[in-house]
């Protein structure tokens, strides 16, 4: 694989190029077609562009990485092709280091101020061409293959181990203005070295984070902003595919999500971040992840163990809350005005039957005072026997009397 490089001015200020991070831009596998920065009253500088690729004694073949599979203690020995395209000869540091992820989870490899611990501590380049500081000259127009030797420890930890081997072209520039411009212009090309022995394939989610943002006046419009880390807490280099999902009560309203998760290698950490738009909210949001681990090298028959993460959180819904709360309140005050009104209902009957209890008494009194007439009894069979016998009896004597004797008078 091809990797070409043309390096440009930038501008920096001049206290910078004491500090050990300068202005570094690093090749990887690939080519790059934008300079780093064009400096405005900067001389222009003739073109200088280099590739880097693995190599061998018939030069340069398919391969685009060096990947060894060894066991500790092993040697490896192999040759790096560096390609001068330029119409001038050029002067490189040739030298390993080690890799390491970006937090946005790019590849990149060390600082070349910072020394490797890893493989790149193990690659040397020893060769004639080779100078003592380390630098290699290679003419116009013309290659150079340098070979260069993996010393694996005995102590190595089995798994992978990641780095490159760099060329490195740092030159100093100095614009109409004053300023200088250190610009360290890096090719390199990716080493993959597995240590044999118990490989252990395994991610962890770090540092979850989830918040709702929604307006308040819509409370079935608004998103999840998520953030979590990924560490590499194995020792082989793992992709991943993650699900992401977020739910109210009982699964109501339920969006969904996918995130790659780009190559990390071991020791490493990604950062990680989903967006998940349409989330109502719900009161209470289950907000849940499943982390897939995808092996990209197919060392692994079966498919490796997922991961599961989530976390849930409170989103009330102000606006219909308080709509809710004026609608409970106006039944509230109707129900209120009702049994307010039974009551009064209830009171004035009560008042008006203790009215009429009081009333009451007096008039029986007034009529237990009053001698109630007696009922004049019917005539029976007897009485009416009696009158007529004193009837009869009166006859009769009138009937004896003289008639000449004086009336009242009895002789």
Do not use: C
């Not at 597995?194 to 419009?221: K, S």
């Amino acid at each position: 694989m091809p990797l070409a490089f043309s390096p440009r001015a930038t501008r920096a200020p001049a206290r910078r190029l004491a500090a050990p991070a300068v202005i570094l831009l690093i090749l990887l596998g690939f080519q790059l077609g934008a300079p780093l920065a064009q400096a405005d009253d900067a001389e222009e500088p003739e073109p200088t562009s280099w590739q880097v690729q693995p190599s061998g004694p018939e030069g340069p073949g398919e391969r685009p990485y060096f990947v060894h599979d060894v066991d500790a203690g092993a040697v490896v020995d192999d040759v790096v092709g560096i390609s001068n395209h330029s119409e001038h000869p050029i002067t490189l540091r040739v030298f390993g280091t080690d890799a390491l992820n970006t937090p946005e989870g790019d590849f990149d490899l060390l600082a070349t101020a910072e020394a490797p611990v890893d493989v790149g501590a193990w690659i040397s380049v020893a060769s004639e061409q080779v100078a003592s500081d380390g630098s290699v000259t290679v003419p116009a127009r013309s290659r150079v293959d340098l070979p260069f030797r993996v010393t694996v420890p005995e102590n190595a930890t089995p798994g992978d181990h990641v780095g490159g081997v760099v060329t490195s072209l740092p030159s100093v520039r100095t614009t109409d203005d004053g300023q200088e411009v250190l610009v360290d212009a890096r090719v390199a090309a990716r080493v993959y070295l597995t240590v044999r022995g118990e490989l252990e394939p395994r991610l962890e989610i770090e540092d979850l984070e989830v918040r709702h943002v929604g307006g308040w006046w819509n409370p079935f419009d608004g998103r999840i902003e998520m953030s979590w880390s990924v560490r590499n807490t194995g020792n082989v280099r793992l992709a991943g595919e993650q699900e992401i999902g977020a739910a109210g009560v009982a699964g109501w309203g339920r969006t969904t999500t996918t995130v790659e998760l780009p190559e990390v290698l071991p020791g490493n950490v990604v950062e990680q971040r989903a967006v998940l738009d349409g989330v109502p909210a719900g009161v209470r949001l289950e907000v849940d992840g499943l982390l897939r681990p995808v092996d990209t090298t197919d060392r692994f028959d079966e498919d490796l163990d997922a991961q599961g993460f989530g976390t849930a959180l409170w989103v009330v819904p102000w606006l219909l809350v308080l709509a809710l709360a004026l609608l409970g309140g106006v039944v509230w005050l109707l129900l209120w005005r009702r049994r307010r009104r039974n009551a009064v209902i209830a009171e004035l009957r009560a008042k008006l039957r203790e009215k009429t209890d009081a009333e009451d008494p007096a008039a029986d009194r007034e009529t237990e005072a009053k001698p109630k007439p007696e009922a004049d009894p019917e005539p029976g069979p007897e009485t009416e026997t009696e009158t007529e016998t004193e009837t009869g009896t009166e006859t009769e004597t009138g009937t004896g009397t003289d008639p000449g004797a004086a009336p009242g008078r009895t002789p």
